[in-house]
C-alpha cells in the first residue's frame, strides 16, 4: 500500500541555499527499474532504535539503487550520518565527524554527503551554512524517499528535505543487520509534549501505519527467515488513534491490542516484542492482551522518568508515580516473571536531592530488571531548556554516578532469579569474544550466551529456539550450558 507523497521538499543549485522554494517530486520515489554501479556506501548511526530502522531502510534503498556496502566511511563514496539529538553530546559528536568528511570532499568532490536524522530536523538548513560540502539534509520523516533526493544531488542540487511529509509506505526492502530480528515501525512521530523532549519537533505529528501493511511486512520477513519481531513506535500505546474508524461498541477501530491481536498468528515468527510505552496510556487491555498472546514475550520498557510527582509534572509526562506502580502490579499479577525496564532522568530542573532520592527508592522498590539512566540535558526549543533552575553540572555527574549504581545492584538481583533455571534462548548470533559460542535473549530480554553445541552433538545456529541451564548470572547478561 503506498501513501501520497507529500511535495515538501527544498533544493537548492549547487551552493546557493534558497529558504522556501518548494521542489516538487518528479516520481513517488523507489524502487528504480535499472540499478546502475553507483559505488560504496556507509552509514553512521546514532541514537535510539527508531534511528537504527531508519539506517536499515535506508541501507536497503541504496542498494537498490546500485550502491555497495562500504568498508569505512573513510573510503566510501556515500556516507550518511543518521543523527540524534536527544543529547548534547551525541549532536556534538555529528559536528566531529562531519568536520573530517568536509576535509575529504573538498579534495574529493565525487563524495556524496549526507546528513539525515533528528539533528538534521532540527537544524534544516543552518546546517548547509554550517557545513558547506553537505549535499543533502533530510530530516527521519524522509528516509523512504532517500532515492528521489539523491537523484537530485546527482543532478547538480544541494537538497534540503526536512518539511512535515507524509511518511511513504515501506515500499523497499530494508537492509537488515541481524537475520534474526527484526523491528517493525508501526507508528511514527508523536504528539506529546514533554517538556524536555525534542522528539515531536524532530518526528512531528503521529503517523500510524494501516494493520494490513504492517502484517505484509511480517509475513515478508518470516518468508526470509526471521523468527522475532520488535513492533517500534515513540509512544506506542498511541497507535491507532490518528486512523480512521470506530467500532459497534463506540471505541476506536484501530488500537494497538487489536494490532498485536491481528499480527499475533503470522507463521515462522516465534516471538513478538514492542516499544515503547507510555505509563500515561498504558491500558489493562493492553496487559490482558499480552497474558493471552503467547507469542508475547514477557519484557515490558515503560519508562518513568522520574520516581517525584512534581518533577513528572514539570516534566508534563501526565501520569503520577502511583500510576504507574500500578501498572506495573497489575503486569506482575498476570504475569509474575515478567521483566519490567525504564528510561530516567535524572538531574530535571528544579530536581532537589529529595525528589532524586524518591527516584533511587522507585528504582529499588520496583526491582527494575534494566534501567536506562541520562543526566538532563538542555535541548533546543524545549521549555526546559529555558528555566532558570537548571541543575549544576557537578550534580548532574555526581547523581548519574550514583542511580547507574543502584540500577546494577537491582539488575544483579533480579538477575539472581535466573540461577539454576532453563530459558528459552532465541540465537540471534555467534559470540563475537568466543566463536565457539552463540548468544541471543530470553524471552524476559536478558542477552545470554551459551556453547553452540555439546561434545559431539548437533551444533545450533542463529534462528532456534535453544534451552539454556543458566550457570552464571552478571547484572545485565548471563551465561548457560546446553539444557
Ligand atoms: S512521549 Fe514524551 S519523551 Fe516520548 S517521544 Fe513523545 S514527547 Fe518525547
Same mark, same amino acid.
Given at each position: 500500500m503506498s501513501l501520497p507523497n507529500s511535495r515538501s521538499a527544498v533544493d537548492h543549485p549547487a551552493g546557493q541555499p534558497t529558504a522556501g522554494a518548494t521542489g516538487i517530486? #518528479? %516520481?513517488?520515489? *523507489?524502487? @528504480?527499474?535499472r540499478p546502475r554501479l553507483r559505488g560504496s556506501y556507509w552509514i553512521t548511526t546514532f541514537g535510539c532504535q527508531m534511528n537504527k530502522a531508519d539506517s536499515e531502510r535506508m541501507g536497503g534503498i541504496l542498494e537498490a539503487m546500485g550502491y555497495t556496502p562500504g568498508s569505512? %566511511?573513510? !573510503?566510501? +563514496?556515500l556516507v550518511i550520518? &543518521?543523527?540524534?539529538?536527544?543529547?548534547d553530546n551525541a549532536e556534538q559528536k555529528v559536528y566531529s565527524y562531519l568536520g573530517r568528511q568536509a576535509l575529504r570532499k573538498r579534495a574529493d568532490p565525487n563524495l556524496t554527503l549526507v546528513v539525515a536524522g533528528c539533528v538534521a530536523q532540527q537544524e534544516g538548513e543552518a546546517l548547509l551554512r554550517r557545513v558547506?560540502? *553537505? +549535499?543533502l539534509v533530510m530530516g527521519p520523516q524522509h528516509a523512504n524517499r532517500l532515492a528521489s533526493l539523491l537523484e537530485r544531488v546527482e543532478g547538480g542540487q544541494q537538497v534540503v528535505a526536512t518539511e512535515e511529509h507524509i511518511i511513504l509506505e515501506d515500499i523497499a526492502t530494508a537492509r537488515r543487520d541481524s537475520a534474526v530480528c527484526a523491528w517493525v515501525n508501526v507508528i511514527y512521530g508523536? &504528539?506529546? /509534549? $514533554?517538556?524536555? $523532549?525534542v522528539v515531536p519537533a524532530v518526528r512531528g505529528r503521529e503517523q500510524s501505519r494501516l494493520p494490513q501493511a504492517i502484517r505484509l511486512e511480517m509475513e515478508g520477513l518470516a518468508a526470509r527467515g526471521y523468527r522475532e519481531i520488535t513492533l517500534l513506535g515513540? &509512544?506506542?500505546?498511541?497507535?491507532?488513534?490518528? @486512523?480512521p474508524g470506530i467500532t459497534p %461498541?463506540? /471505541? /476506536? =477501530?484501530?488500537t494497538f491490542t487489536d494490532l498485536l491481536a491481528s499480527v499475533?498468528?503470522?507463521?515462522?515468527?516465534a516471538r513478538i516484542r514492542f516499544a515503547t510505552s507510555h505509563p500515561r496510556y498504558f491500558t489493562e487491555r493492553l496487559i490482558d492482551a499480552c497474558a493471552d498472546l !503467547?507469542?508475547? $514475550?514477557?519484557h515490558f520498557h515503560i519508562?518513568?522518568? !522520574?520516581? +517525584?510527582d512534581d518533577v513528572l509534572r514539570a516534566m508534563a509526562r501526565g501520569y503520577t508515580v502511583d500510576r504507574n506502580r500500578r501498572i506495573i502490579d497489575s503486569i506482575r499479577q498476570r504475569k509474575p516473571d515478567a521483566a519490567i525496564s525504564a528510561d530516567v532522568i535524572v #538531574?530535571?530542573?528544579?530536581?532537589s536531592d529529595a525528589q532524586f532520592r524518591r527516584t533511587l527508592d522507585l528504582i529499588e522498590a520496583i526491582g527494575f530488571d534494566q534501567v536506562n539512566t541520562a543526566a538532563y540535558s538542555p535541548r533546543p526549543n524545549?521549555?526546559? #531548556?529555558?528555566? !532558570?533552575n537548571q541543575v549544576p553540572e557537578a550534580v548532574k555527574v555526581e547523581r548519574l554516578q550514583e542511580v547507574n549504581a543502584v540500577v546494577e545492584r537491582v539488575a544483579l538481583h533480579r538477575s539472581?532469579?535466573?540461577?539454576g533455571r532453563v530459558e528459552e534462548v532465541l540465537a540471534e548470533g555467534v559470540n563475537p569474544k568466543d566463536p565457539t559460542q552463540l548468544m541471543g535473549r530470553t524471552r524476559n530480554n536478558r542477552l545470554t550466551f551459551f556453547p =553452540? #553445541?555439546?561434545? %559431539?552433538g548437533p551444533v545450533h545456529r542463529p534462528g532456534e529456539l535453544v534451552r539454556v541451564r543458566i550457570d552464571t548470572v552478571r547484572a545485565f547478561s548471563l551465561s548457560g550450558s546446553l539444557a
Open positions: 517530486d #518528479a %516520481e513517488p520515489g *523507489l524502487p @528504480l527499474d569505512d %566511511e573513510h !573510503s566510501a +563514496d550520518y &543518521n543523527t540524534c539529538t536527544i543529547r558547506p560540502e *553537505l +549535499d508523536c &504528539n506529546e /509534549r $514533554c517538556t524536555y $523532549c515513540q &509512544n506506542i500505546d498511541a497507535y491507532g488513534r490518528d @486512523l %461498541e463506540g /471505541r /476506536r =477501530a484501530h499475533h498468528d503470522v507463521d515462522g515468527i !503467547s507469542k508475547l $514475550c514477557e519508562p518513568f522518568q !522520574s520516581g +517525584d #538531574a530535571f530542573p528544579g530536581e524545549t521549555p526546559a #531548556a529555558d528555566w !532558570s539472581g532469579r535466573y540461577q =553452540a #553445541a555439546r561434545p %559431539e
